[in-house]
C-alpha cells in the first residue's frame, strides 16, 4: 500500500472532518428540538449482533456493502469503504482500485495498523497474468481491516468516503465482530 497515497487522503478525510462537526453542531442546533420521530433502523441486519461464523463474504463494490453468510442464509450486511477509484477492477500496483472476483481469506491479523484484519487472496493466478501482459506489477496487501489505528473515534467520517489504497475498511467494532466470526480459508466474492 502506497503511504503517499494514503497522507493525501488521511488530509481530505481530517478537513472533511473539520466540516462535518461544524455541519453536525449546526443541524443539531437547529434541527434537534423539532424532531418528534424515532430514527429509522439501519436496515434488518446492520444493528444485529454477529453470532454464527460466517462462510462466505459478498462485497457490492458498487453498493458500498459486504454481506456475510453461513450456509446461504445471510447474517448480516455492512456498510464499507473502498480504494479511491472504486470503479473497475484492481489491475496494478498504486491503481488505487479495489479487485473483482473470487478470492479467499489467507489471513488473520490481530496487530494490523489497521486495528485487525482479514486477508484477501489477491491476486490471482489471473490478475498475475493480466498484469504481466501489460508489463506492470499486479500489487497486493488487499485486507478487510478496520479504521487506522487511533482513529477508531472518527468512525463516521472514514465511512462517508473511499479512503483505502484499494482494500475493504470496516469500522473497528465491525471488523472485531467480523474477525471473530471468519476463519481462513472463506470465500470472498468482490462483485463490482
Request: charged letters at 25%.
Amino acid at each position: 500500500m502506497e503511504k503517499g497515497l494514503f497522507g493525501v487522503y488521511l488530509q481530505r478525510l481530517f478537513a472533511m472532518l473539520r466540516l462535518m462537526v461544524f455541519f453536525v453542531f449546526l443541524f443539531s442546533l437547529v434541527f434537534a428540538c423539532k424532531s418528534k420521530t424515532k430514527s429509522k433502523p439501519l436496515g434488518k441486519y446492520q444493528n444485529l449482533p454477529l453470532t454464527e461464523n460466517v462462510d462466505s463474504i459478498v462485497i457490492y463494490k458498487s453498493k458500498r456493502q459486504m454481506k456475510v453468510y453461513n450456509q446461504s442464509a445471510l447474517l448480516k450486511t455492512y456498510k464499507v469503504s473502498l480504494g479511491p477509484k472504486p470503479i473497475g477492477a484492481k489491475h496494478f500496483e498504486g491503481d488505487g482500485k479495489t479487485p473483482e472476483g473470487m478470492y479467499h481469506v489467507d489471513g488473520k491479523n490481530p496487530h494490523s495498523q489497521y486495528h485487525k484484519c482479514l486477508g484477501v487472496s489477491y491476486p490471482s493466478e489471473r490478475d498475475r497474468i493480466y498484469a504481466r501482459k501489460a508489463g506492470k506489477p499486479t500489487g497486493g496487501d488487499i485486507k478487510i481491516h478496520g479504521l487506522p489505528n487511533g482513529k477508531g473515534a472518527l468512525s463516521a467520517i472514514f465511512k462517508a468516503e473511499d479512503w483505502t489504497a484499494g482494500c475493504i475498511a470496516l469500522d473497528d467494532q465491525e471488523i472485531d465482530e467480523l474477525y471473530l466470526h471468519t476463519e481462513v480459508g472463506i470465500w470472498v466474492n468482490i462483485l463490482p
